[in-house]
């Protein structure tokens, strides 16, 4: 999902949301903390009920957030289909008053 939203963005010369960035380390690190408590879990049995609510709750930041980056790919392509030229970029060429090309 993410490189497909990547792949969206670039398509359509998008630059990144900071929130989005923001939304997306915090995932990253619930995840590591769920990792790093299902370890020590391991050999410390007290751990086992935190370490599956801190799996659920983990989940559940990486389920929404891959919800919202398939709306957010849904609505752009959408978008695009409705203003296919407002994103494209034209880029003049700049040619010097006197330039002259060799022949």
């Given at each position: ?75 752009e392509e959408e978008y695009q ?23």
């Amino acid at each position: 999902m993410s490189s497909s939203r990547l792949y969206s963005m670039d398509k359509h010369s998008l630059a990144n949301d900071e929130c989005d960035n923001r939304m997306i380390r915090f995932s990253n690190c619930l995840q590591m903390l769920a990792c790093i408590c299902n370890i020590l879990a391991i050999f410390i049995d007290p751990l086992r009920e935190l370490a599956r609510i801190l799996n659920l709750i983990a989940d559940i930041v990486f389920y929404s957030m891959m919800a919202c980056m398939s709306a957010q790919i849904h609505n752009e392509e959408e978008y695009q289909k409705t203003n296919p030229n407002k994103n494209q970029q034209t880029q003049a060429q700049y040619v010097e008053p006197n330039y002259k090309p060799n022949m």
